[in-house]
Nanobody
Framework: QVQLVESGGRLVQAGDSLRLSCQAS????????MGWFRQAPGKEREFVGA????????IYAESAKGRFIVSRDNAKYTVYLQMNGLKPEDTAVYYC????????????????WGQGTQVTVSS
């Protein structure tokens, strides 16, 4: 059983930075990748970035490269999404997800999901 709880979303202005957190509860070390996704109104959920829980290796969507950073604190069972230079088009509900397999950018491959946290970027 894996539970994920996101926090940190709020209203910010364009150009601001924001860090989201995802507190995870694991019963085993079977989780290999933790990912961040986002969903804007009227759009499909899309991949933002992910991190290998053990090795710390990261992958990113093209839209996130250079602005967003995914990191983790194994001792705290927490994954972070640092977002810099936020733009109005980054406005979305941001979700944390976990999977037991290898690296993936597809929502279909993730087994566990949090409830999401709203990020709104004003222009």
């Amino acid at each position: 059983q894996v539970q994920l709880v996101e926090s940190g979303g709020r209203l910010v202005q364009a150009g601001d930075s924001l860090r989201l957190s995802c507190q995870a509860s694991f019963r085993t070390y079977s989780i290999y990748y933790m990912g961040w996704f986002r969903q804007a109104p009227g759009k499909e959920r899309e991949f933002v970035g992910a991190i290998n829980w053990i090795a710390g290796r990261t992958i990113y969507a093209e839209s996130a490269k250079g602005r967003f950073i995914v990191s983790r604190d194994n001792a705290k069972y927490t994954v972070y999404l640092q977002m810099n230079g936020l733009k109005p088009e980054d406005t979305a509900v941001y979700y944390c997800a976990a999977r037991t397999g290898g690296a993936s950018t597809s929502t279909r491959d993730y087994d566990y999901w949090g409830q999401g946290t709203q990020v709104t970027v004003s222009s």
